[in-house]
């Protein structure tokens, strides 16, 4: 009995795709054994990131390609064939689209623990989860509109119905599209970092605890949480206080009477100052004589401390501290007073 010539396409076909498996086998193995080797003697780590996060898709995609040669050959069965030449294509491109979406991240993450963490950024944690969902939305989105062009549908139509909608979308979310615009600005700008101290022209003061897309969120010294829409974080003048260091100049004002030894009160703020704790020894305290009052010698102690938490605590046991020490040695902090001199004509 002979053999037809559809039954003899069918086993070429089939044995295609069974030698086109055996092909992706083989270069998975051949990738994981050889490939490595080779790459673990570079100096850079990305060769090795990006050969782990290829073998998959790529494997995949070999196997797709045995099937669709294996259909083609099939030309007794044009109707079957070329349904299933379809559902291989969809595949392809997918598996395509897989491919792109694994070697983006691979890039990304190999960024962010290299290049990023050299300069000391959070990318890792901030940027790198919303920079790889975005990228699949464009890359799957792209896979789709191929896969509908392939199908005949009317990818301009689409298109433009899809660019009205997104307009309708843009003004009916336009504080909320503000606010993640101006969150991609300071994720890339980073005029702060998590745990950084900041006060916002608004009066905002305290620990930045979370970067998010939408909002900043800031802890502030009475551990109060603020919710600030990153809009108006864009729109604000920041001051840093841990940047380049965390390092704070206190400025505490001090007034003693008329009269007194200036060299001794000098002395008495500047010991008082280097007793305190987070007190640093470099910069030195420094005393300056900045004005005479109506009623009292203004001076000014300067003073650096290790970090802007401490501040307030700082500035508490330092003015304590000078109580005492003027009280010891006799330095007299005067009342607000008015002298009036009357005279008799």
Do not use: C
Not at 99 to 117: M, P
Not at 187 to 206: K, W
């Amino acid at each position: 009995m002979a053999i037809s010539t559809a039954t003899w396409e069918i086993v070429w076909g089939v044995g295609l795709i069974i030698l086109s498996i055996a092909l992706a086998k083989l270069f998975v193995y051949i990738i994981s054994r050889y490939a490595a080797l080779v790459a673990k003697k570079t100096a850079t780590v990305l060769d090795d990131m990006v050969i782990e996060a290829v073998k998959k898709p790529l494997y995949y995609l070999i196997i797709l390609v045995g099937a669709d040669v294996a259909v083609q050959s099939v030309t007794s069965l044009s109707e079957i064939t070329s349904k299933l030449d379809s559902i291989i294509y969809v595949g392809e491109v997918l598996a395509g689209a897989y491919f792109v979406s694994k070697t983006v991240r691979v890039f990304a993450r190999w960024y962010a623990k290299n290049i990023a963490a050299k300069a000391k950024s959070r990318f890792d944690d901030e940027f790198l989860p919303l920079f790889n969902r975005t990228a699949d939305v464009f890359i799957y989105g792209s896979s789709i509109v191929i896969i509908l062009d392939f199908f005949g549908y009317n990818i301009t139509a689409i298109v433009a119905g899809l660019g009205i909608a997104g307009l309708a979308f843009a003004l009916a979310a336009q504080e909320t599209l503000s606010n993640m615009i101006s969150g991609f600005v300071i994720m890339a700008d980073r005029p702060f970092r998590v745990n950084d101290i900041i006060e916002l022209s608004a009066g905002e003061y305290g620990e930045v605890s979370e970067i998010g897309l939408r909002s900043t969120k800031i802890l502030t010294m009475d551990l109060t949480m603020i919710v600030v829409p990153n809009s108006q974080i864009g729109s604000s003048q920041i001051t840093n206080y841990s940047y380049p260091d965390n390092r704070l100049r206190l400025k505490i004002p001090v007034g003693v009477a008329y009269g007194t030894d200036l060299k001794t009160a000098t002395k008495a703020l500047k010991e008082v100052a280097r007793k305190q704790r987070h007190v640093l020894e470099r910069p030195a305290p420094r005393v300056h004589l900045t004005s005479f009052s109506d009623f009292s010698l203004s001076l000014v102690l300067y003073v650096w401390i290790d970090s802007h938490k401490d501040r307030f605590e700082v500035i508490n046991r330092i003015n304590r501290a000078i109580d005492e020490r003027f009280k010891k040695d006799g330095i007299e902090i005067p009342f607000p007073i008015q002298t009036v001199r009357i005279q008799n004509k």
